[in-house]
């Protein structure tokens, strides 16, 4: 079960995810994991010490860190980090680096599915299939993320009937030629 700042940090980490396009996906994580590191290191303990100083004014500490980040961060991370530092939780970007890594490589083992078919889907029939991924992506708090999906459907006559939907290194096979493999497979360790 998550802590209550873990949830928030999943809050945080899914709404920058949900602002960056998908091919800034790798560098926000990396700047992410830069700021994490900078906050997580015990030589840099001052810096959020001064940050959650309640002397020091908020437009103070905007210039501090936009001063220290400047252009080395995109503007994504850096609303993200500026609305951390107003409400008085800077150190939370560590929490939101990990969760946002976790998201990512969930949402990169979706986010390109070939779906291999014997004959030509219809409209209907794709679009059936892409639902079925929509509520998995649901099922898993990730729903606003499906536009970042891409689907792309081929003909395989070869599969006989059935699909076969390959996501990065992971096939599913039910097509009838899988299953005859399979029972050809079973038949040879039998013999």
Known sequence: MKTGSEKRATKYAKALLESVKAETLRSVGAELAILAE??????NKSI??????PVLPFTKKQEI???????????PVKNIFMLLLEKGIPGLVVKIASQYEKLVNELEKLSSLH???AKLLSDPEQNSLKDS?????SSHGLS?????????FTIDPGLLGGL???CGDKLLDSSIKGAVDRIFEGLEKAV
């Open 38 to 43: 900078i906050f997580s290191s015990e030589k």
């Open 48 to 53: 959020l010490e001064v940050l959650a100083n």
């Open 65 to 75: 860190i936009s001063s220290a980040l400047g252009s080395h961060v995109s503007a």
């Open 115 to 117: 779906i291999i078919s």
């Open 133 to 137: 991924v929509k509520q998995s992506l």
């Open 144 to 152: 606003t993320l499906e536009h970042l999906v891409q689907f792309n």
């Open 164 to 166: 076969q939907v390959r």
